[in-house]
T-cell receptor, first 110, second 113 residues
Framework: QKEVEQNSGPLSVPEGAIASLNCTYSDRGSQSFFWYRQYSGKSPELIMFIYSNGDKEDGRFTAQLNKASQYVSLLIRDSQPSDSATYLCAVNGGADGLTFGKGTHLIIQP | DVKVTQSSRYLVKRTGEKVFLECVQD?????MFWYRQDPGLGLRLIYFSYDVKMKEKGDIPEGYSVSREKKERFSLILESASTNQTSMYLC????????????FGEGSWLTVV
């Protein structure tokens, strides 16, 4: 059984600070890793994906992957109140789609 | 842009009714999925399909069936709705052209009374 673990939070971060969201996964064969943002009552929307070890930056977002440690993280720089949402980590290891974590609830305090 | 459209956003059904949830995608994706999402339980895969007329059970298929008669359309069927099927249902699709990234529809909120 593939598992993806996230701290459910809530994670509270002051506006303008860096928010750090973490995720671990159990399947060493996993190849691709995704971060989705979900606002309350809305469907998940893709923020970033990463396939290779190291960092990938896109605007204020940086995804970090360490396959040896089976660890993936998302950093949000200069956090804004509009970043307050639940962040879902997802891992793709095969043809049956993604395995999702239960999400981390992030609160950016003005 | 990828568009995944779920025809019904909000439904209220009675126990025992048959319920159809329709999903259409416009990106010629091979793979389509139905998830349900409940507080504290996260996203759980009900069924998925990797081709027309093909279907595979996900983690929680009991009480559900699916139909994929055309590539762009994937339907979720609740043969006899029960109150524990009250949930938000999310359709998603993916394919090689999108780098296996999954795109979600807007969700269908189903309440069974």
């Amino acid at each position: 059984q593939k598992e993806v673990e996230q701290n459910s939070g809530p994670l509270s971060v002051p506006e303008g600070a860096i928010a750090s969201l973490n995720c671990t996964y159990s399947d060493r064969g996993s190849q691709s890793f995704f971060w989705y943002r979900q606002y309350s009552g809305k469907s998940p929307e893709l923020i970033m994906f990463i396939y290779s070890n190291g960092d990938k930056e896109d605007g204020r977002f940086t995804a970090q992957l360490n396959k040896a440690s089976q660890y993936v993280s998302l950093l949000i720089r200069d956090s804004q109140p509009s970043d307050s949402a639940t962040y879902l980590c997802a891992v793709n290891g095969g043809a049956d789609g993604l395995t999702f974590g239960k999400g981390t609830h992030l609160i950016i305090q003005p | 842009d990828v568009k995944v459209t779920q025809s019904s956003r909000y439904l209220v059904k009675r126990t025992g009714e048959k319920v159809f949830l329709e999903c259409v995608q416009d990106m010629d994706h091979e793979n389509m999925f139905w998830y349900r999402q409940d507080p504290g339980l996260g996203l759980r895969l009900i069924y998925f399909s990797y081709d027309v007329k093909m279907k595979e059970k996900g983690d929680i298929p009991e009480g559900y069936s699916v139909s994929r008669e055309k590539k762009e359309r994937f339907s979720l069927i609740l043969e006899s709705a029960s109150t524990n099927q009250t949930s938000m249902y999310l359709c998603a699709s993916t394919g090689p052209g999108s780098g296996n990234t999954i795109y979600f529809g807007e969700g269908s909120w189903l309440t069974v009374v």
